[in-house]
């Protein structure tokens, strides 16, 4: 029987969700932040002890296929650890790198490449196709002041390069003449043309930067990672998840491509479980230790940021839209000095020293010692009693740092603890569904991560229905599972769907051109890295926009088929422009047909892999008695009540928990209050909705 392993590092723990057939395991290790892939490792030798394998060498030997994602890209970017850069630019752009505002007013991206590493040289492209060629001994000068000044790397992003990467390329040329890849003098040396084929000069420039940036410390630990794997008997590549959606092996990975990629994973999970259920509409919430992600499935699509910041830097690489607020079950508590009230996140204990209650010399109070002075979390049970809590010092800390500065309990510092991170979760996911046109009531919400069971009821009171999951706590984990081999490939290539006098485009041939020859790229790549090419499957998505309107709104155009042929296939391609752009732009705004302009061509190419096909149960009766094993005190508001409490793996297909009740899995806890109820359904999945 082969199997499937799909891992996810978080920031406080790494989660693996290992497949056999129809038969799934989970698994959830510390985060090993001095080196990402100690954790890895032994979150995959706990999956093969889950299996009943001897080994992980038996494990791998028999693995069809091994999927990863990481925050390692996130951690570099805000630990600002990554190499010291130097940027070649335009002559004239030094300041504000093609911004509109100069570096007086504040860019960005200063915050890790500092003036004196940005140098201008002669050297750009129009949108004629002409060029500026940059000058030898002007670009050889400028180099060496970089090297001189500390520069590991070189990143070089000329002006207009989108339309022409030549002036590009023959810089990179010039630095390598003089510093071969072959000698152990050699520079590093990233193209912004090479990255991106967008316009937009500033953007593209700040993403250059950041994945030169990332580069360094993602090479030197997915290569070791998947050598790792590799010394163990794993025969296939690892994949890497990307924040495009899909993952590809290493070689064929860009570093800044993997930023994001662990709440991707979940997110496109929940796309995967959308589909199972044949749900239209569904906001998704993954809170783990650090933060919440929230993704917005509406109409059965899922939506692209055009433009997405990473640390406040805007680059040009589309990003799936998902939005992270600091909310978490390592999230600090603290005074709010504006109001006098209690403030929650954005920053987290962190896996170190991690929430008082964990004795490992943390003081600060948490949601989790909230939750455990709440009565939430069974102190011994806690990751299925791989850590045991100190409620004590989960009392102390919030006594001394919220309840005594308030005068109050610390049963009701704790339980205004619990509000203020509903409260700020529920605000956010009302901001985002409202962003769609939509109303809560549209919407199923599905809730994963190690603490989203546990707040799911206070956030997500203005949804009619919640869908937990048995493998909520590595929700990520299981998402990855669900992703098959994907490679992007992008063209920048203005294209008029409806010209000014309102006649539709009619010489297919550039554009049919173009798709050819990125779909001939993506064959050959997929036969490179030793797939069958005729498996493939091709789809094309067009970044769409009013002509007259240069930085308007975007739209991801689908259509059915990859070649234009016919004035139908336009016209299809219009009415799909202009109800998205009704969807972003609401109702009132002008959407008519002239001056719509493909932009962008992408074109996705997947390959499909195995991934766990779920049975479906027969149901066992509404009676969850067999899964009853305790009651205890919880705090519930006001006062403690004798509450059940229900074993998660007990319960059966069918089963109906009515509130207030706690519900206890290895790797995460469900509170259900007083009014709702949870039902285990056909897929083994727990639904929450009212009672009444």
């Not at 590809?248 to 491509?257: D, E, F, I, S």
């Not at 919430?285 to 509406?298: C, E, K, L, N, R």
């Amino acid at each position: 029987m082969e199997y499937t392993i799909n891992v996810d590092t978080g920031g406080t723990f790494t989660d693996g969700f290992f497949t056999r057939g129809e038969e799934f395991k989970r698994v959830k290790v510390e985060t090993t932040p001095h080196d990402l892939t100690v954790c890895f490792r032994n979150c995959i030798e706990e999956g093969a002890r889950s299996l009943g394998l001897d080994s992980m060498e038996e494990l791998l030997l028999n693995t069809k296929v091994a999927r990863f994602s990481t925050t390692l890209a996130t951690n570099t970017i805000i630990q600002k650890n990554g190499p010291k850069l130097g940027l070649v630019v335009t002559r004239g752009h030094e300041d504000d790198l093609y911004g509109e505002a100069g570096r007086g007013d504040g860019i960005p991206v200063a915050a890790i490449l500092p003036a004196h590493m940005v140098i201008g040289v002669a050297g750009e492209s129009g949108d004629d196709g002409g060029v500026v060629e940059p000058e030898v001994e002007e670009v050889r000068a400028a180099v060496r002041r970089l090297l001189t000044s500390g520069a590991r790397a070189i990143v070089v992003s000329l002006r207009g390069s989108f339309f022409n990467p030549l002036p590009e390329k023959k810089i990179k040329e010039i630095i390598l003449g003089d510093y071969p890849k072959h000698l152990l003098g050699s520079v590093p040396v990233f193209l912004s043309s090479e990255l991106c084929t967008r316009s937009g000069d500033y953007e593209r420039t700040n993403a250059a930067v950041l994945n030169a940036y990332l580069h360094r410390e993602l090479v030197k630990y997915l290569y070791k990672a998947e050598e790792d794997l590799r010394q163990s008997n794993l025969c296939n590549p690892m994949l890497v998840v990307h924040s495009t959606g899909g993952a590809a092996r290493v070689a064929k990975t860009t570093a800044l491509h993997t930023y994001n990629s662990g709440p991707v994973s979940g997110f496109l999970g929940s796309f995967y479980v959308a589909k199972l259920y044949g749900l239209e509409n569904v906001v998704s919430v993954d809170m783990g230790g650090t933060s919440a992600d929230i993704g917005i499935i509406a109409g059965r699509e899922y939506a692209y940021n055009f433009r997405p910041e990473i640390e406040r830097i805007p680059i040009n690489l589309p990003m799936l839209e998902i939005k992270a607020m600091g909310g978490g079950g390592g999230s600090i508590a603290r005074i709010d000095s504006s109001g006098g009230g209690v403030a929650v996140g954005p920053e987290s204990a962190g896996a170190m020293p991690g929430p008082a209650c964990y004795g490992l010399g943390g003081r600060k109070p948490t949601v989790t010692d909230a939750d455990l002075v709440l009565g939430y979390l069974n102190p011994r049970k806690f990751l299925g009693g791989m850590r045991e809590l100190d409620r004590d010092k989960a009392v102390t800390a919030v006594g001394e740092s919220i309840a005594d500065p308030l005068g109050i309990s610390v049963e009701e510092a704790a339980f205004a603890i619990k509000e203020r991170l509903e409260s700020n979760v529920l605000k956010a996911l009302r901001d985002e569904v409202a962003g769609k046109g939509l109303s809560a009531g549209d919407f199923t919400m599905f809730v994963y991560g190690g603490a989203g069971a546990t707040h799911c009821c206070g956030f997500g009171r203005d949804f009619g229905t919640m869908l937990t999951f048995p493998y909520s706590a590595v929700f990520s984990a299981f998402g990855a599972s669900t992703l098959d081999v994907i490679h992007v490939y992008e063209r920048f290539m203005p294209l008029d769907l409806v010209d000014g006098s309102g006649a539709y485009a009619s010489d297919y041939d550039r554009f049919n051109q173009a798709v050819e020859e990125m779909r001939d790229s993506a064959q050959r790549d997929m036969r490179g890295e030793g797939l069958d090419a005729e498996r493939v499957v091709f789809s094309l998505e067009l970044q769409a926009g009013y002509k007259e309107q240069p930085g308007g709104p975007c739209v991801m155009v689908r259509p059915p088929r990859i070649f234009l042929e016919s004035e139908e296939d336009v016209r299809g391609l219009c009415a799909s422009f202009q109800s998205g752009y009704l969807a972003i732009d609401g109702e009132g705004a002008h959407c008519g047909e002239v001056g719509i302009q493909v932009k962008v061509l992408r074109l996705v190419a997947s390959f499909p892999v195995e991934y766990v096909d779920f049975p479906v149960c027969e149901t066992r009766g509404e009676d969850p008695t067999a899964a009853l094993e305790d009651e205890r005190k919880v705090f519930w508001g006001g006062s403690f009540v004798d509450t059940r409490v229900y074993d998660r793996k007990l319960l059966e297909c069918g089963n109906v928990v009515t509130g207030p009740a706690i519900i206890e899995a290895d790797d995460t806890t469900y509170v259900i209050p007083q009014g709702r109820k949870f039902t285990i359904d056909r897929y083994l999945n727990g639904v929450i909705d009212d009672a009444r």
